[in-house]
């Protein structure tokens, strides 16, 4: 339930700042109105959906332009602007919404705007002439607008903590790698893992706030994200399959733990329960043994179906690690050339994880 929410409000902000991030026709406006030091009530809708919350004004239905929006807000009313913001309906209309409808904002302008936007359901941009802030509503919820400035100091800053979080998560499938060779992974140390991974995407998901914000702003911030972010989904799925317990997909594991704010993650039975383990069966020493995917997603050259038929042919790391190229080659689907592929790769891996063990 409380995932679903956090989708709806996600897919709100998304959709609030591809319309006025910046690089968008409408924050071109907006940012020519903060300039002038003006005011501005920018609705997203058409005059027919309006008709029974607004009251004088004009109607234009003329070519949406940035200059033609900021030269109507030189007059008191709101804007009424096309959704695709393509057309401009009407201007220095006056917003009626009902006015039972709660709100917490103190000016007229803001109190219209947030009571339009719960009553329509539509999106309503203000841009306040005393304070010189951008503020969007939809539906209950608001949203201030950062300054660029401050956007960037942050979105600096997370990216140092996920690089942080990235290098430690790498560093730590070394040492779990070398764990599986030793057959001496514990529950913990799988925790460990997953926690890191969560603390990854928890701060993924605060800087692709951050980033959507910025919208033409943020193209190096973004650059740097995808960089850090290559492979990990991929690589935490290959983990959440070599250790989950039951028939629940890893992906829906995932969402899980991604649901799980800080907090939450430091509590080692909330992972324990997503994973599908009981605490009171299962000690956090005791002895885990990997399914092999995280194992043969280091070996180059092999498919997804190829790991999946080795996972099923042989019961986990250990027997994959004692089986020879005649073993591998019985498989149907798996050729001796490829057998011969997977022994030598395996058999890198294990010297290298003996090398970084010393």
Request: aromatic share 6%.
């Amino acid at each position: 339930k409380e995932f679903m929410k956090n989708k709806e409000r996600k897919k709100r902000r998304e959709y609030i700042f591809s319309v006025i991030a910046p690089g968008t026709p409408l924050r071109e406006a907006i940012n020519r109105i903060q300039e002038a030091n003006l005011g501005a009530l920018i609705v997203l809708g058409n005059l027919e959906t309006l008709k029974d919350v607004k009251a004088g004004g004009f109607e234009l239905n003329a070519e949406y332009t940035p200059q033609g929006v900021y030269e109507l807000a030189k007059m008191d009313g709101g804007i009424i602007v096309s959704k695709d913001i393509k057309t401009i309906y009407g201007a220095n209309v006056q917003i009626q919404p009902d006015y039972k409808i709660k709100t917490d904002e103190s000016g007229t302008r803001h109190q219209a705007a947030h009571r339009l936007a719960q009553q329509k359901g539509c999106l309503v941009v203000t841009v306040s002439e005393r304070r010189n802030k951008i503020t969007a509503y939809i539906g209950k919820e608001r949203y201030p607008l950062h300054d660029i400035s401050d956007l960037l100091v942050k979105s600096s800053q997370a990216i140092t903590a996920l690089e942080k979080y990235s290098l430690a998560i790498e560093n730590s499938l070394v040492a779990l790698s070398i764990l599986e060779f030793d057959n001496m992974v514990t529950l913990y140390d799988v925790i460990e893992i997953v926690r890191m991974y969560g603390l990854l995407f928890e701060m993924s998901e605060e800087l692709m706030g951050y980033m959507t914000e910025l919208g033409t702003e943020g193209r190096l911030i973004r650059i740097q994200y995808q960089e850090i972010m290559l492979n990990k989904e991929e690589k935490f799925i290959s983990l959440i399959k070599d250790y989950k317990i039951h028939n629940k997909r890893a992906e829906k594991i995932i969402e899980e733990i991604k649901t799980l704010n800080k907090e939450e993650l430091l509590i080692n039975e909330n992972i324990v329960n997503i994973l599908g383990y009981e605490q009171k069966k299962l000690g956090l020493d005791d002895i885990m043994e990997s399914r092999g995917y995280n194992l043969l997603s280091n070996v180059n050259k092999i498919t997804k179906k190829d790991t999946e038929l080795l996972v099923k042919e042989f019961s986990g790391v250990q027997s994959i690690l004692l089986a020879n190229v005649e073993d591998f080659a019985q498989i149907k689907g798996i050729s001796k050339q490829k057998s011969n592929h997977i022994v030598k790769s395996l058999r890198r891996l294990k010297n290298r994880s003996v090398f970084e063990r010393d």
